[in-house]
């Protein structure tokens, strides 16, 4: 079938809206038409090259649809259902997947670089030639074909747009602090950087009864938008690690169990570490660069127990953890369409990501529907 989709032709980019090729789901394979999908920082990572990325390729990993058409084998959905879209599906049977780790599976991780689905091959092409996927999804189209594993149904009352941001930065930060960290009331919570992710991670914090969840960013608006989702205090980028940590221990009567750090960048991860109390956790959500690294007052950690917690998609399952955050939704307890800061249209896809660039947005979602 011919779609049209946002192209990205290169690292560097721009993206062109092109019509496309999508070949039908083979088996294990859904084809989902998109209703909205939600625009990353991890797609920019991937046009700015951060994130090496097989070219030419449609982005998006933040999506949310209604199947159309299912490959044989599949049993996890039907043609009809509306489904949030995960990028994290699992083979089942590596060492990770035993150990009960899905969203490590060492057969899907290396497949999710080469573009293709789980079998390495694309569904996408122009003019014959081949066109990859991102993350497995390419949610920057009016439809795409994954993994059946992708594909978590949701209640039919769910905007795709809320539904899109819980298959990456809603998860991403809800399950850093439910999942990861096991937040338990009355634990102190930092969070620092409080983009969609970052936002997801405070909203959790004050779900569970974290007290208090103060927040770290270098925009004062951020801060304000912080306050309003629940923070106690809120904390500015002092300009050092240091000099923010010592900021978080004072609004925080003397350090947090857990600072969730969701830039990526290793001054703010230092900030993190260095605003623990004795035997609390950094948690360690935001991507760096491959060749960045993170040095430590070695000391401190034995003689404080203060630990350091990698954190991928929350230590989510999707097909658990994605109904669970979206009634908490229903219920007013995660307020998550507040994180919808704009919405546009796919022909609109370089001023999505003009508008991330700026920092005035929350989450900037593409409409595709229209
Ligand atoms: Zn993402
Ligand atoms: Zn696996």
Not at 87 to 93: M, V
Not at 142 to 158: R, S
Not at 179 to 194: H, K, Y
Not at 233 to 259: F, K
Request: glycine share 12%.
């Amino acid at each position: 079938m011919k779609i049209r989709a946002a192209v990205l032709e290169r690292t560097g980019g721009p993206h062109a809206v092109q019509e496309l090729d999508l070949a039908p789901p083979g088996a294990g394979e859904v084809l989902v038409r998109l209703g909205a999908s939600g625009v990353c920082h991890s797609d920019y990572n991937a046009i700015d090259g951060t994130a090496e990325t097989r070219c030419p390729a449609v982005l998006g990993h933040e999506g949310a649809g209604v199947v159309e058409a299912v490959g044989d084998g599949v049993v996890r959905v039907r043609v009809g259902d509306h489904v949030a879209l995960s990028w994290a599906p699992w083979c089942g049977t590596c060492s990770e997947c035993t150990r009960d780790l899905p969203w490590l599976c060492s057969t899907a991780w290396p497949a999710m670089g080469t573009g293709g689905l789980m079998d390495g091959t694309t569904r996408l092409s122009r003019d014959g030639e081949p066109v990859y996927h991102y993350s497995f999804l390419s949610t920057f189209a009016e439809a795409c074909v994954v993994p059946e594993k992708c594909c978590v149904p949701i209640a039919k009352d769910i905007p795709f747009d809320v539904a899109g941001l819980v298959g990456c930065a809603v998860t991403t930060g809800v399950g850093s602090v439910w999942r990861t960290a096991g937040v338990q009331p009355g634990d102190r919570v930092a969070v620092i950087g409080c983009g969609g992710v970052g936002l997801s991670a405070l909203m959790a914090a004050v779900a569970v009864g974290a007290e208090p969840v103060v927040a770290v960013d270098a925009a004062p608006p951020k801060l304000e938008v912080a306050r309003s989702f629940g923070a106690a205090a809120g904390v500015l980028w002092a300009g050092s690690a240091e000099a923010t940590a010592e900021a978080v221990r004072e609004a925080s009567g003397g350090g947090v169990d857990y600072a969730i750090e969701a830039t990526g960048r290793s001054e703010a991860m230092l900030a993190a570490y260095l605003s623990l109390r004795p035997r609390g956790a950094a948690v360690l959500i935001g991507i760096p660069r491959a060749d960045a690294v993170l040095p430590l007052p070695a000391l401190t950690i034995p003689r404080s127990e203060r630990r350091v917690l990698g954190s991928i998609y929350g230590s989510s399952k999707p097909e658990r953890d994605f109904p669970l955050t979206l009634d908490l939704y229903r219920s007013g307890r995660l307020p998550l369409d507040r994180l919808v800061s704009h919405r546009l249209p796919l022909d609109e896809v370089e001023q999505a990501f003009a508008l991330m660039k700026t920092g005035d947005a929350l989450r900037v979602v593409l409409d595709l529907t229209t």
